[in-house]
């Protein structure tokens, strides 16, 4: 990191106006810049700092990417070395808020993160948010405590999602206007653009359910549906067809009039909306894909369809194509809402299928000219608006003395080819300077942590008073991907109860680590999870109080803060957190019963509300296997388990997000 840097001779692009200011010089201190005028005017002021010749080449702020989902700090060298100084995390948890205060005591280097809260969403026809972990609300009066909480947990914006319903929205939006928390996210499928705007809702992702209250008369659906994930495929059809054939474009210009003057944003992100149209073999042949995970890789390839069954193949050929003609109506849209003066926001959605980090912002840029955007237009979506969308102008978004001295230096002008910005020979932000040959290194490095193969992790020796039952190693994938692998234990101790340990390798150089202590009736006494990162652990702990006959319950996330509970008012088996190799005792104490109290004490929760005592219902698998499949139903999750005739774990089963995910063993299992 340099204190002092002095970037003489350069041709600066500001981004307040459509200029370029030439042979300039811009001297930068401790992350900020602290001069900027002709070159010939600075004489010996510079003679304290590192001098970089900028002559014949450009100087532009550096780019925020608006739409992000940033779970693997590693992405950080991905999003810098693309020019990428600052993202909007659309998807908040303490993570992001652990990596914000690392960011600004600079012990990371990465892009400054904004990030929303968590997704606040409802509940679909089979009971479900439409994704695991969101924030479900439900009831109006709800809402108020559910974002005061999250204002004070520090989040800056609300991220409101597709299943709410009406009134929910309503109250989420009037006590993000009370909190003082931008209210942001998708427009719900059941409301218009106009009725979200109504209840305070003032920024607008995709485009999603723009269509609604503006197709052509006669096309607009007798009711707007919430179809959210239970879409059957005709109905799918139906909304592509709607944007693809049936867009008033009369009533779309009245829309982006009236967002114009009431100053309500759009991040289109029209990267996320191309790649799903896209062959596998098209996506698979992108060169960047070596900067992701293979196994995420191999996931992305199974949602493009690979493998896919004829008919599968055929329904998602006809899916991709009316999904890449609504494109073209959408780019008709963004470019709309650009010419009625609606302000527009830079983003990707990535690591959406294919949407890769850092490198994306080019090709969203690329599709904003393609539409016909300016490259000043597009550029300033992601520099001088996006620092006006939060309220920001002051600090960053374009160059001049006491800004934020978050910089790419260009080898060519940005204004004349947004090309330009996908090669910077230099990037500074917050207060790190990095050159070409650093640029360079950084990424090598991710691609040579993301090629490191995935490996089980062993477990220390077990105590000396436990004897092993049984121990194995277990592998677990997704859509046929390889993704992580646990290593368990299961040890009886000299009184009869049970020690259950377990290390978890969760893939993206994430790993996990259980405790797990249970009475002799496999009721549970204590639990000890931990998450170790490089931005610090997560920690889980649950003890049986015998005395208040309750479950105490501490989490303490990485941002810091602790959340502590009680539940239960009885001793409770623990759900599938059991660990496969002790679960087969488990089902065969409560075989007998078709709904058991449980303790959900599954890994990766999201909180110490989600140790909660819920009833999990266990009945014999359909394929047959008396006595040896079970189904495990608990909070809307149905996984099938097999075992062998003496007990041994076979496979675990279960969907998730639509792809099979499976459980065997990896090593054999013994005692």
Known sequence: MTTSIAITHVNVVAMDTERVLEDQTVLVDEGRIVALGPANDFGTAI????????????????????HVHFWDPGQAAMFVANGVTLVRNMTGSPLHMAMQR???????????????TPLIDGLNA???PAWPGSTVVIDPSQAASVVQGFAQAGYQQLKVYQLLTFEVHQALASAGVQHGMRVTGHCPDGMTFEQAIAHGQTCFEHLTNIGNGH???????????????????????????????HVDFDAMRRLAASMAELQVWNCPTSTVWIKPAQGVDEAMRDPHLRYMHPQTVGEWQKRAGAGASPERARRRAELMELQDRGNTVRFRIAKLLLDEGAPLLLGTDTPNPFVVPGFSIHEELANLVNAG???????????SEAARFLNASDDWGTISPGKRADLLLLSANPLRDVRAVAAPEAVLVNGFVLRQDALDRLLEERAAAVAAPLRPLDLPPPPSRARVVRSGTFQNSIGGEVNGYFTQRCAQVEDGSWLIEERRAIGMGQEATRRMWLAADFTVERIEDRYPSAIGEVRYDVVWDPQRSTYALRHEALDGNVRELTTGNRRLPPAWGTGLIALPRLLTNVKAESRVPVLNAAFQSRGPEDFVAEQMQVTPSPSGDEGRAWQVHLGGYVRTYRFAENGEFLEMSETLNGLPRRVVPLRPIGG
């Open 373 to 383: 955007f300016s490259p000043f237009q597009a550029l300033r979506c992601g520099t």
């Open 126 to 128: 089979d009971g479900r």
């Open 215 to 245: 197709y052509v008369a006669g096309r607009e659906p007798a009711q707007i549906r919430r179809l959210g994930s239970t879409a059957t495929f005709e109905q799918l059809v139906e909304a592509q067809q709607l944007m693809a054939e």
């Open 102 to 116: 690392k960011l600004a005591r600079r012990e990371l280097m990465g892009p400054h993160i904004v990030t929303s």
């Open 47 to 66: 003679e304290a700092a590192d001098v970089v010749d900028g002559r014949g080449k450009f100087l532009m702020p550096g780019l925020a990417d608006m």
